[in-house]
């Protein structure tokens, strides 16, 4: 194992971190080191303070942590010269009006929220291969985001008619730590929506696509399954066009993208269909007398919705082969 890089993990027993250890440990170039900054942590290497990550000559640090600790621990790490992967929300608003705007309060660190590259390999690539601090994107604005952005950029959308993104996750999206909400009682043969019209993810969505406030209609809602997520995206077209058509752009935006797949006409993706991978799988059917047009978007929200699209991140910020530990 000697020959391998050293990836570092706090918040290793959460259940992105814990999806992190289980990919990095087929990883053919990397290996993990779990980290406890916290004294009950579990007995892990205590992270005691950033020199630690010299002593263990860590390459890069993944933050699988709250917003408040990712944002206390990434600038000691990036003081040591250590690529910093951040999977909470802390850096991915861009400015700090945005981040009072969704989060309440301000941000201590407006330079590292300026400079932290967006962790979306198929629209930031470049970026992110020239960064030391990337922002995992949260799960929803995923597969959001790969859906919405091609047919903006195509211009195919009647923007004044709107877009609807009726959300769908497993339980697992909410964290390990349970809450009220989150009981086996409550989520168990039930179906709820959430932070209706003030969901953080919601501006993530609209830096990515391009569209404002006012075009978007976004609802999160819970299913009572452990992981997974299925997004489905209703719009008016501004010309008639049919499935096909709409494959059709998302083929040629995605030529070359190992991680995003479009179905053959008339086929949509389910949760089943992506199911501990790092694909986003995408659908569409369409009526193009009335110009209704309905996509589908499914990724498993640990993986390409958390733990796999940071590590794809980090093969990027390290000079490997990006599908590393990814593909079977």
Known sequence: MSHKLRAGIIGHSGYSGAELVKILGRHPRVEPVLLDHRADGGGHLPYTSPSVLAEQRIAVLFLATPPEVSIELAP???????KVIDISGAFRLRTVDNYR???GEEHPRPDLLAEAAYGLPEFCRERIRAARLVANPGCYPTAASLALRPLVEAGVIDRAAGVVCDANRGVSGAGKKPTAK?????VTENFSAYAVLEHRHVPEILLNSGLDLSELSFTAQLLPVHRGILETIYFRANQELDARAVAEIYRRRYAGETFVRVYPEGKLPNLHSVAHTNFCDLGVKADPAT???VVVAAIDNLVKGAAGQAIQNMNLVLGLDETAGLLP
């Open 76 to 82: 000691g790490a990036l003081d040591h010269a250590v």
């Open 101 to 103: 705007r969704w989060y």
């Open 182 to 186: 989150t009981h086996f009682s409550e």
């Open 291 to 293: 110009r209704r047009v």
